[in-house]
T-cell receptor, first 115, second 110 residues
Framework: GAGVSQSPRYKVAKRGQDVALRCDPI?????LFWYQQALGQGPEFLTY????????KSGLPSDRFFAERPEGSVSTLKIQRTQQEDSAVYLC?????????????FGEGSWLTVV | AQRVTQPEKLLSVFKGAPVELKCNYS??????LFWYVQYSRQRLQLLLR??SRESIKGFTADLNKGETSFHLKKPFAQEEDSAMYYC????????????FGKGTRLHILP
């Protein structure tokens, strides 16, 4: 596709419900990132993949958050037993590789509201 | 600790006036600094990066290592510059996550 695609764009979940957010990176992009952006805040790093390998998951806020990229392209961010504080925009981004000078391209985000 | 600070949440500037969005950082090592912009209803996109030394849409930013600052400047503001601006940093070798500031909303007054 032309850019990073995320789905769903909007999701309302009841507290305690599990959600799955999908990211389709730009074709051929090796690196994939997930960020969480709460209202009025900047994007906060969650996790990073290089191909199918999850190289950094230091930003995942709890063990309720899980991300995968099994075939090195599409990625899914799963949140189990959602809580109100999980309400945020979840941004996916990809880049050709992780080296210096490579531009990171962001998707439009998945807006999650937990009620 | 790695940190990016943008002291202003909102900056209102008249059209044609100079713009300066402030950014200070804390990083133990050699950082690469960026400015990202998000226009209304659009996705976050890279505006400029310090290693490129480019001027994009009339904006420039100079890395001042002594003051650990990377302020974004434009001599004459235009209405289409109204947007959210995020300062960000990563390790210079591209092997570190990008850390963002909280952002400054720039509002250009007619």
């Amino acid at each position: 596709g032309a850019g990073v695609s995320q789905s769903p764009r909007y999701k309302v979940a009841k507290r305690g419900q599990d959600v799955a957010l999908r990211c389709d990176p730009i074709s051929g992009h090796v690196s994939l990132f997930w960020y969480q952006q709460a209202l009025g805040q900047g994007p906060e790093f969650l996790t990073y993949f290089q191909n199918e390998a999850q190289l950094d998951k230091s930003g995942l806020p709890s063990d309720r958050f899980f991300a995968e990229r099994p075939e090195g392209s599409v990625s899914t961010l799963k949140i189990q037993r959602t809580q109100q504080e999980d309400s945020a925009v979840y941004l996916c981004a990809s880049s050709l590789d992780r080296g210096q000078g490579n531009t990171i391209y962001f998707g439009e985000g998945s807006w999650l509201t937990v009620v | 600790a790695q940190r990016v600070t943008q002291p202003e949440k909102l900056l209102s500037v008249f059209k044609g006036a100079p713009v300066e969005l402030k950014c200070n950082y804390s990083y133990s090592g050699s950082p690469e600094l960026f400015w990202y912009v998000q226009y209304s209803r659009q996705r976050l996109q890279l505006l400029l990066r310090h290693i490129s030394r480019e001027s994009i849409k009339g904006f420039t930013a100079d890395l001042n290592k002594g003051e650990t600052s990377f302020h974004l400047k434009k001599p004459f503001a235009q209405e289409e510059d109204s947007a959210m601006y995020y300062c960000a940093l990563s390790g210079i070798w591209g092997d570190d996550k990008i850390i963002f500031g909280k952002g400054t909303r720039l509002h250009i007054l007619p």
